[in-house]
Nanobody, 116 residues
Framework: QVQLVESGGGLVQPGGSLRLSCAASGSIFSIAIMGWYRQAPGQQRELVARIFSGGAKQYADSVKGRFTIATDNAKNTVYLQMDSLKPKDTAVYYC??????????WGQGTQVTVSS
């Protein structure tokens, strides 16, 4: 019973930037992990980045140095700043959280298209 509302997706040219936001609401007890996954056509869903409650961050090798994950804990919001975007970044991006009570929740997904 945790709702995730995503925003910020869209169409950008190679080399451009986008900032994704995901706001969590509902029966939040204690969020342990907030992260972003993506799924391209014909591909498996893959982890892009995640941040743990202690502050540690993990990034996929393919986005390291280009993407940055951050949180605003007071707003229960996680962000994904995406810079130097490449066509291979084109995918549906999904927000995910793990709450210690309700466990995993997923957003509806937002399309990111990088094309000239």
């Amino acid at each position: 019973q945790v709702q995730l509302v995503e925003s910020g997706g869209g169409l950008v040219q190679p080399g451009g930037s986008l900032r994704l936001s995901c706001a969590a609401s509902g029966s939040i007890f204690s969020i342990a992990i907030m992260g972003w996954y993506r799924q391209a056509p014909g591909q498996q869903r893959e982890l892009v980045a995640r941040i743990f409650s202690g502050g540690a961050k993990q990034y996929a090798d393919s986005v390291k140095g280009r993407f940055t994950i951050a949180t605003d804990n007071a707003k229960n919001t996680v962000y994904l700043q995406m810079d130097s975007l490449k066509p291979k970044d084109t995918a549906v991006y999904y927000c995910n959280i793990y709450d210690r009570n309700t466990r995993y929740s997923w957003g509806q997904g937002t399309q990111v298209t990088v094309s000239s």
